[in-house]
């Protein structure tokens, strides 16, 4: 395995194409980072680098060589980064806003993972519709959100994190339980369950009603989840909602999912913080838990 500071030095010497001014940035003597090259040359196996009286130039290898040790170097410094913030106590508050579905069904977990790494933190959790926790993010009521949705707010920061699959179901008595696969003109003239508006779920309904020119007999509006849920089973009328609601609802065969032809339901999940803030640690770091169950092979 090749030495970290031996490849921020070969780094140093690429970028000034020059060891003496790149020993000058190191605080080394020339011949140090000269034989230390030459140690990471035979290391290797091959020339890194053409020699001049007044300046050196990368070889082939070389650039290749430098792509990846800049990627490598970047890499572990992210990782001591990482590193250095768990080491710090993280204490004090954290009050955190999300809309309906991160709130219900992703939040608890990523706070139960969160609260075993750093147990002196104090955490206030506000569920509310996409919108009002946008909101109370910039009056600064929160330290910061995680939201369903496109959020165009441009005073926000904004950073999408994730996506959300949706499924379309239907009630075990509706007339098109009995499919597997819908086409769009079969969804005309349908009654629709959906959400409130400003709610991240009831903005996707809207979209795709809107997008396919649906013609809709009749909408009921409930402002939770669960009442959307409980619509659907009674048989009122279809609904748009996040896989992780209607999961269970699905495997027990109380809820019907049902495929639209050439249509991929899917939004994205997005992190609001006010625009210049500085984040707490606690802040940061329930980020990163949270980024990790989403992106489980990302770091």
Do not use: C
Not at 56 to 77: C, F, N, W, Y
Not at 242 to 250: F, G, N, P, T
């Amino acid at each position: 395995m090749l030495d970290f500071e031996l490849l921020k030095m070969f780094i140093t010497v690429a970028e000034q194409r020059h060891f003496s001014r790149a020993a000058d940035i190191l605080h080394l003597t020339q011949p140090t980072v000269s034989m230390r090259i030459r140690q990471l040359e035979e290391q290797i196996g091959v020339t890194l680098f053409e020699r001049s009286p007044k300046r050196v130039e990368l070889t082939p290898a070389g650039h290749i060589m430098l792509k990846h040790a800049r990627d490598s170097v970047q890499s572990m410094e992210q990782a001591l980064q990482d590193v250095e913030r768990l080491s710090k106590e993280v204490t004090g508050e954290l009050t955190i806003g999300a809309s309906f579905t991160i709130g219900e069904y992703l939040l608890p977990y990523w706070i139960a993972t969160f609260s075993e790494l750093f147990p002196n933190v104090q955490i206030r959790v506000s569920i509310k519709n996409t919108n009002d926790i946008v909101q109370d993010v910039y009056d600064h009521l929160l330290d910061g959100g995680f939201v369903e949705g496109r959020v165009r707010r441009k005073d926000m920061q904004i950073k999408r994190f994730a996506e959300d699959d949706l499924v379309l179901v239907a009630g075990t008595t509706h007339p098109l339980a009995i499919y597997s696969t819908v086409q769009l003109e079969q969804l005309g003239r349908e009654t629709w369950i959906v959400r409130e508006p400003g709610s991240g779920t009831r903005s996707y309904s809207d979209q795709f009603m809107e997008q396919h020119d649906l013609e809709i007999t009749k909408l009921f509006e409930f402002g939770s989840n669960q009442g959307v849920k409980e619509a659907v089973r009674a048989g009122l009328g279809l609904a748009i909602l996040s896989k992780h609601v209607v999961s269970r609802e699905l495997e027990s065969g109380e809820l019907r999912a049902l495929h639209v032809i050439g249509e991929k339901f899917v939004r994205p999940l997005t992190i609001v913080e006010r625009k210049g803030n500085v984040p707490s640690l606690a802040w940061e770091q329930l980020l990163h838990v949270a980024q990790s169950s989403v992106n489980p092979h990302k770091t």
